[in-house]
Protein backbone atom coordinates (compact mmCIF):
# COMPACT_ATOMS: atom_id res chain seq x y z
CA UNK A 1 0.00 0.00 0.00
CA UNK A 2 3.11 2.61 1.07
CA UNK A 3 4.12 2.19 -2.59
CA UNK A 4 1.11 3.04 -4.07
CA UNK A 5 0.84 6.24 -2.03
CA UNK A 6 2.25 9.65 -3.10
CA UNK A 7 4.45 10.50 0.06
CA UNK A 8 4.96 14.00 0.08
CA UNK A 9 7.81 15.54 2.70
CA UNK A 10 5.98 18.45 4.15
CA UNK A 11 8.97 19.24 5.83
CA UNK A 12 13.09 18.21 5.79
CA UNK A 13 11.81 15.58 8.36
CA UNK A 14 9.25 13.75 7.23
CA UNK A 15 9.74 10.41 6.10
CA UNK A 16 8.96 9.68 2.63
CA UNK A 17 11.11 6.01 1.84
CA UNK A 18 8.97 3.33 2.50
CA UNK A 19 12.00 2.12 4.59
CA UNK A 20 11.88 4.88 7.02
CA UNK A 21 8.14 4.86 7.33
CA UNK A 22 8.37 1.04 8.74
CA UNK A 23 11.52 1.69 10.78
CA UNK A 24 9.40 4.37 12.27
CA UNK A 25 6.28 2.59 13.01
CA UNK A 26 8.04 -0.82 14.55
CA UNK A 27 9.90 1.43 17.06
CA UNK A 28 6.35 2.92 17.86
CA UNK A 29 4.97 -0.72 18.16
CA UNK A 30 7.55 -1.58 20.31
CA UNK A 31 7.34 1.74 22.49
CA UNK A 32 3.80 1.99 23.05
CA UNK A 33 3.46 5.49 21.11
CA UNK A 34 4.63 7.19 18.43
CA UNK A 35 6.85 10.50 18.00
CA UNK A 36 6.86 13.03 15.31
CA UNK A 37 9.48 15.97 16.00
CA UNK A 38 9.27 18.12 12.81
CA UNK A 39 7.83 15.84 10.20
CA UNK A 40 4.71 17.98 9.50
CA UNK A 41 5.90 21.37 10.39
CA UNK A 42 8.48 22.64 11.43
CA UNK A 43 9.31 23.21 15.14
CA UNK A 44 6.26 21.12 16.11
CA UNK A 45 6.61 17.91 18.55
CA UNK A 46 3.41 15.44 18.69
CA UNK A 47 3.26 12.47 20.79
CA UNK A 48 1.08 9.56 20.17
CA UNK A 49 -0.58 6.51 21.61
CA UNK A 50 -3.21 4.15 20.54
CA UNK A 51 -6.60 3.52 22.00
CA UNK A 52 -8.29 0.08 21.68
CA UNK A 53 -11.44 -1.51 22.37
CA UNK A 54 -11.92 -4.08 25.14
CA UNK A 55 -11.07 -6.61 22.48
CA UNK A 56 -7.67 -5.12 22.45
CA UNK A 57 -8.41 -3.78 18.66
CA UNK A 58 -6.78 -0.51 17.45
CA UNK A 59 -9.81 2.00 17.19
CA UNK A 60 -8.24 5.32 17.18
CA UNK A 61 -5.52 7.22 18.83
CA UNK A 62 -4.97 9.97 20.84
CA UNK A 63 -1.61 12.93 20.80
CA UNK A 64 -0.13 15.46 22.01
CA UNK A 65 1.73 18.29 20.77
CA UNK A 66 3.73 20.92 21.65
CA UNK A 67 6.24 23.85 19.70
CA UNK A 68 10.00 22.63 19.74
CA UNK A 69 10.86 25.54 21.56
CA UNK A 70 9.42 25.03 24.73
CA UNK A 71 10.83 21.49 25.51
CA UNK A 72 12.93 19.15 24.23
CA UNK A 73 11.41 15.44 21.85
CA UNK A 74 12.71 13.80 25.85
CA UNK A 75 11.30 16.20 28.17
CA UNK A 76 8.18 16.53 26.45
CA UNK A 77 7.53 12.43 25.81
CA UNK A 78 8.48 12.01 29.62
CA UNK A 79 5.52 14.04 30.65
CA UNK A 80 2.81 13.71 28.16
CA UNK A 81 3.33 9.80 27.25
CA UNK A 82 2.31 8.56 30.82
CA UNK A 83 -1.09 10.93 30.59
CA UNK A 84 -1.88 9.76 27.68
CA UNK A 85 -1.33 6.19 28.29
CA UNK A 86 -3.59 7.06 31.60
CA UNK A 87 -5.79 8.44 29.51
CA UNK A 88 -6.14 5.45 26.86
CA UNK A 89 -6.12 3.04 29.54
CA UNK A 90 -9.53 4.71 31.63
CA UNK A 91 -11.00 5.12 27.57
CA UNK A 92 -10.50 1.21 26.80
CA UNK A 93 -12.99 -0.03 29.77
CA UNK A 94 -15.63 1.91 28.61
CA UNK A 95 -15.39 1.45 24.47
Known amino acids: MLGRMQRKALTS ?35 AVPIRNRS ?19 SFCDAVEPVLQSVTAEMAKIL
Open 13 to 47: RTLVKIEAILDAVCTARQRGFAIADGELEEGLMEA
Open 56 to 74: GDLIASLNSSSSATRATVR
